[in-house]
């Protein structure tokens, strides 16, 4: 972010006619360094929003990890945005965590943090149909369980009452599967038991 590039957005942010806004795709604290402080600084600068796009993995989603993100990334000026639940592709499977992990850390993690702060909505990119808001009931339901704890989700499209579309059936990385990640990777499951509770 040299001044080239500042002269360039601060001729083409000129609000409210034209307005620009960056989004970033921070996963961890430990990505964010003094450099990019100082770009943020020279970016806010301009009257430029910033937000983020978390994804929520194995790597971050530990207890107040994701909360440590969201006051780290506040301190630079960039807001939390979207917490967002890995999509269920085979090739991430080392990645994934159930979706009841993501509703836990809202609820029970990202509740204790003031408002301003914990700003980003825990979403599930549905493919094919888009953004799904996991505090949203209305939009997706367990239909079922499996022997090895695999929560079955039926997503809904938010056109659903406007036009004919086809929903997602998405299987879920089972809960014991992941506590077993956890306990490996040297975390107490029971600090985790109450995962049980979020569908």
Known sequence: FDEELLAILRTYHRPPEQTITLVTHVQHPYEISQEMAEAMR?????????????????????KFETCFLRESLKGIGISPYYLFNLKGKEETADFK????????????????????VRTDKPVFNVPTLGKNELNAWQDHEIIMILNDGSRIYEFYPWEKYMAPVNTYVYKDTPIYDFLRRLEALGENPDDYKTIWYYF
């Open 42 to 62: 020279k970016i806010k600068s301009l009257g430029i929003d910033v937000y983020n796009q978390q994804v929520f993995t194995m790597q971050n989603c530990r």
């Open 97 to 116: 965590v159930p979706v009841a992990r993501l509703l836990q850390e809202q609820k029970e993690e990202a509740r204790l943090m003031p408002g301003l």
